[in-house]
């Protein structure tokens, strides 16, 4: 019998699961998609999204189709680093709780070590209640042309998002004045302008840059304007875009490859909030980080049920290699529920996190270790301004690896479990009251101000060492009341 890949299943896939697997030379993988055991039992994330094994990267094709909520992403299923990218897939009914799902999209045939290519990234949207996937086909000869590719944009459809169609091309060429990065879709309806629009990253003109196509039908597309240049911070391209309506304003979502100003770290996330006229956006702010940290990259967003929400990859290209976890390699942050207020873009995570919460312990010990019930938690502060406090958590034989730190207006998160100390900053925090929540898992922590008003992300390294402590200290204690919750596994 002549194996290739699929899946084996009945007729009720999304909600008795089934046998999944794939070929690529001399590599075989399969896995049934409601067994999560060989996640559940290591130290792998226990209620972030990653892939059952190997390899996984930005999230695409983010979508609410036929009363599921669909996510694709960037997967290399035969080891834990990016190679021939396919689509993994995966669905849920309440964005917490993920049945994987049989790869969506393959790389292009005849691919090897020299001729290297692959599915790159790209989004979704529904067409007369029918599923249409819109991605980058890219091509590299690593002979010929290493720093020469081609990147050209397909459409697959689904009827019931199981099963889909053949790839189509439907922008064949980039603009001549655009360089060789041509990539990541971004595909909507506009109902202010009745219209489909789909934004690429590019470089154009001296300037990483935002091109814009125009369909009417979502199949033809013509080439619009550029849309944007980004002229305030430098980088090879602009990729993973997102434009997008929200609360009254348009927002510009962007994540620069390869920043070159050195004063930020390399390949950021940031937002824009302005005006979209049907050719360009115009900026009303400057652009601000959309994380304060550096492992919250790629953000794609979409909506559902009349809320926008996002999520990102948990990961950062300059040490991806060291995120690796049994067999696993990479992660998406938790899924954030999005909105507009004052010129700024808010993020926090969706309500049903809380469905996750298993035991509650109010803190009122300070100045002592305290025994976490597990390295499941969530954390929540409340306290005015005018306090000074510090949290450490997780500790090894050097003392406390991750310390929070509150003092005049700013957050510090110092993780010295990594090779190199990481720390980030929430500067000039401005309201009497603040609430800080920290969702920390086995190997990331996500810290939210004021719901949302500013995020920090991070990855950490652990080891059979760590001991599931904490301590916190207060200038006055009196003034800071937390909450500790126990988190359950969404793998179990």
């Known amino acids: ?41 290591t130290k792998r994330l226990q209620y972030h999204f990653t892939a059952k094994k190997a390899w996984m990267n930005d999230p695409n094709g983010l979508v609410y189709f036929k009363g599921k909520y669909h996510m694709f992403y960037q997967h290399y299923p035969y080891g834990k680093h990016t190679a021939m990218l396919h689509w993994g897939h995966a669905v849920s009914t309440d964005l917490v709780n993920w049945q994987h799902l049989p790869i969506a999209i393959y790389p292009q045939n005849d ?14 949207m529904v067409v007369d209640d029918e599923l249409f996937l819109i991605y980058t086909e890219h091509f590299e000869d690593l002979d010929n042309t290493p720093n ?10 689904s009827k019931d998002g199981i099963h889909f169609s053949k790839p189509k091309t439907v922008i064949n060429h980039k603009p001549d004045f655009c360089s060789y990065d041509f990539r990541d879709p971004k595909v909507w309806f506009d109902k202010i302008f009745n219209c489909y629009y789909m934004v690429i ?51 510009l979502v962007l994540s620069i490859f390869e920043t070159k100003n050195k004063k930020d770290f390399n ?40 809320n926008r929400y996002a999520i990102g990859w948990m990961n950062c290209w300059e040490d991806y290699k060291n995120r690796a976890k049994d067999d696993s390699a990479g992660a998406m942050s938790l899924i954030r529920q999005l909105k507009v207020k004052k010129d700024k873009l808010l993020s926090y995570p969706v309500d049903d996190y809380k469905n996750l919460r298993n035991k509650t312990i109010e803190i009122k010990n300070f100045d002592q270790d305290i025994t976490l019930p597990s390295n499941l938690i969530e954390l929540n502060l409340d306290f005015s301004s005018d306090n000074n406090w510090q949290l450490d958590l997780l500790e ?25 100390i990481d720390k980030a900053f929430i500067k000039d925090i401005r309201s009497q009251e603040i609430s800080v929540d920290i969702f920390l ?52």
Not at 16 to 21: A, D, E, P, S, V
């Open 396 to 420: 090894n034989n050097q003392g406390f690896v991750i310390n929070i730190h509150y003092q005049d207006n700013q957050i510090l998160v110092k993780n010295s479990l990594n090779e190199v």
């Open 1 to 41: 019998m002549n194996i290739q890949n699929g899946w084996i299943y009945d007729a009720n896939l999304l909600e008795t699961g089934g046998m999944c697997f794939s070929l690529r030379a001399d590599s075989f993988k399969s896995y049934h998609s409601h067994d999560n055991s060989d996640i559940h039992k």
């Open 148 to 157: 020469i590719f081609i990147e050209k944009q397909n459409l697959i459809k």
């Open 111 to 124: 691919l090897n070590d020299r001729y290297i290519g692959g599915a790159f990234s790209g989004s979704a």
């Open 267 to 306: 390949y950021q996330s940031y937002y824009y909030i302005g005006n979209f006229d049907g050719k360009h956006f115009s900026a009303e702010t400057p652009p601000k980080h959309i994380d304060s940290a550096k492992e919250f990259y790629a953000p794609q967003t979409f909506e559902a049920n009349g």
């Open 201 to 251: 990253g590019t470089y154009a003109n001296n300037y990483p840059s935002v091109a814009l196509y125009r369909s009417d039908n979502a199949e033809s597309w013509n080439y619009h304007s550029i849309l944007f240049q980004e002229k305030t911070i430098s980088g090879r391209t602009l990729e993973c875009l997102d434009l997008f309506y929200l609360d009254g304003k348009y927002v």
């Open 441 to 492: 898992d086995t190997t990331s922590i996500e810290l939210f101000v004021n719901k949302g008003e500013e995020s920090i992300t991070m990855r950490f390294e652990a080891s059979d060492t760590i001991k599931n402590t904490m301590r916190v200290s207060a200038v006055n204690q009196d003034d800071l009341t937390i909450k500790l919750y126990e988190l359950n596994s969404v793998w179990k």
